[in-house]
Structure formats: C-alpha cells, structure tokens
C-alpha cells in the first residue's frame, strides 16, 4: 500500500502512493476483502452502538491532539466499539455487577451504564493508546505524557491506573487489535486505483477522502438511516429490514468506495464514472451500491457544506 513517512508527531503523515507492486497490491486487497466479509460474518447483534458521533469526536480529539496519525484515531474507535460491547454485554450477563437481584431490568441496565460512564474517557484514551502501537510510524505515547493529557482534558488517573486501564481494554479484546479500519481500506483503494488508472491525481484525491471520511464517519447515523430508506424504498423499514442492514453499515469495503467516489466527484468530476466503474471492477460492489452510497452522503455534504 501506500509508503507512511515518519514525521514530527505535530504534522500530518505524508504518504507516498505508487511505491507498491502489483503482486503486493493484489495481496492486500484479497486480504482487506477476506477481512472484511470475516467481520460481516461474526457482528454482535450490538455493533454500531457505540459509534456515535460524541465518541467518535471524542477519539478524533485525542488523536489530534497527542499528534498522531489520523489512521490511529479510525481504528481506536474500531476497538472502542468492539470492547464496549463486550463489556455490557458481560455485565448484562453477570447479574452480581448491577443492583439487588430483585432490580427492574431497566434500573439494572442503568445502574451498568452509570458505572462504566465514570471510566469511559480514560477507556478512549487507552482505545488510542493501543491503537497507536500497532503502527510503527506513530510516536510513543510516554506514561508521564498521558498523564499529563488526560489532567489537561479534566480526567484524574495515576500512571498505574493508565497503564490497568490499557491491560482491561487489551484483555477485553482478547488481545486481538487486527480489526477492519476504514482508512486503511480507502488508502489501499487508491492505490490499487492509482496502479490501474495512472492518470488519476491519487495525492490530490486523498486529502479530500481523508475529509469526506470524517464527515462521513462523523454523521454516520444520519447517513446509513438514509441509505436504509433508499435500500429497502420505504419511508419506515422494519425491525427485520433494520437488522439484515446493519452488514451494510459495517462494510468497510463500501464505505472505502462510497468515500472515493464523493471525493472523485468534488475533484474530478469529469473522471467521476470511469473511476466509478473501476471502482467497481476493483472490489466487486456494484455501481448500483456505490452510487445510492454516493448520492446519500453528497447530500448530506451538500446540506452541510461548512463540514467539508
């Protein structure tokens, strides 16, 4: 895929497409693809729940800040998602981490949420933090720097409480931190574009992929709740209509194309349907799936031009 270079933690990462071979680039993308339909094949029946836009903001800000490459900010909301429904899913199921035992399932279900909420900053926090260390390029986020950070953002924690914060969220994962990360799917995309359509400005079209990502990321709910009624063409989809929908929004591999066509559009709107199709060709999604993602989110861009 594209080639990261290192930088000074208070700068964007460069990237340097086109360094890759073919035979590389072909692995890559059997692996993002195998991956990704892995992913869609084992979802909780909760996913989705704690992508909302307060939280995604939440890791945006923390990434930001520490200086870290946008890419961690992406994946620690991945591994946020995954470690939090795991965790009130087990304390649903343990019925000595709530209440009495003759609590109504309601007060029982807040009195879980009320005890996880005073530790959910420094939960983010460590979600960065592990998602830092699985790329090579990011600086190390110091102990006494994360202390330090978090005094800054109003969250009181001793070195010895972040570092058993980090240890409950790796453990929480099963120490398993390879999980589907968008960006990564919509760099190795244009890549793979950029390897078929020499001609196409992949540098220039990432920096607004990177944007129309965020937004699109950001406003998420709004977006799939739109694409849900254009999917099933109904006003109201039910319960069923709902559930099967929700591989869609987890499909990283959509999301990939969808993010690249907006982009290609606001950029280069003349190659907008050549990209398309190959798009398309790359990934096997079809031009029908591409352009409902497509026209939904420029909409959505569109009602809120300020955000892009």
């Not at 836009?53 to 870290?68: C, D, H, R, S, V």
């Not at 994946?75 to 003759?102: I, K, N, S, Y």
């Not at 999917?231 to 194309?257: A, I, N, W, Y």
Request: hydrophobic share 45%; glycine share 4%; net charge negative.
């Amino acid at each position: 895929m594209a080639e990261r270079l290192i930088c000074l933690p208070d700068r964007v990462v460069a990237l340097k497409f086109r360094q890759t071979s073919s035979d590389i680039l072909n692995d890559l993308l059997i692996n993002l693809d195998k991956g990704n339909k892995e992913n869609l094949n084992n979802l909780h029946k909760c996913c989705g729940s704690f992508k909302q836009k307060n939280l995604i903001e939440y890791a945006f800000m923390m990434t930001e800040e520490l200086g870290l490459d946008p890419l961690v900010g992406y994946h620690a909301v991945e591994l946020l998602q995954r470690f939090m429904v795991r965790r009130v899913w087990d304390c649903l199921a343990t019925p000595t981490a709530g209440g009495a035992a003759g609590d109504e399932p309601a007060s029982y279900e807040d009195a879980i949420f009320d005890r996880l909420k005073d530790n959910f900053p420094l939960i983010i926090f460590s979600s960065v933090q592990l998602a830092n260390k699985l790329f090579l390029h990011s600086h190390k986020i110091h102990i006494n720097a994360a202390v330090l950070f978090l005094r800054s953002i109003g969250v009181r924690a001793s070195k010895q409480t972040v570092l058993e914060s980090e240890l409950m969220v790796f453990k929480g994962l099963e120490f398993n931190l390879n999980v589907p990360n968008p960006l990564t799917y919509v760099e190795v995309l244009l890549e793979v574009l950029g390897y078929n359509e020499p001609d196409v400005p992949i540098e220039n079209l990432y920096q607004r992929c990177l944007n129309v990502l965020q937004f699109v990321t950001l406003e998420r709910t709004a977006i799939y709740e739109a694409l849900l009624r254009v999917t099933t063409q109904s006003v109201s989809p039910s319960r069923e209509q709902r559930e099967k929908f929700v591989t869609v929004t987890e499909d990283c591999m959509l999301l990939g194309v969808g993010v690249i066509a907006v982009a290609t559009f606001i950029c280069l709107f003349q190659d907008w349907e050549e990209v398309v199709e190959e798009l398309s060709h790359i990934t096997g999604i079809s031009m029908r799936s591409i352009k409902d993602f497509f026209h939904v989110a420029l909409m959505h861009i569109i009602s809120s031009p300020e955000e892009i």
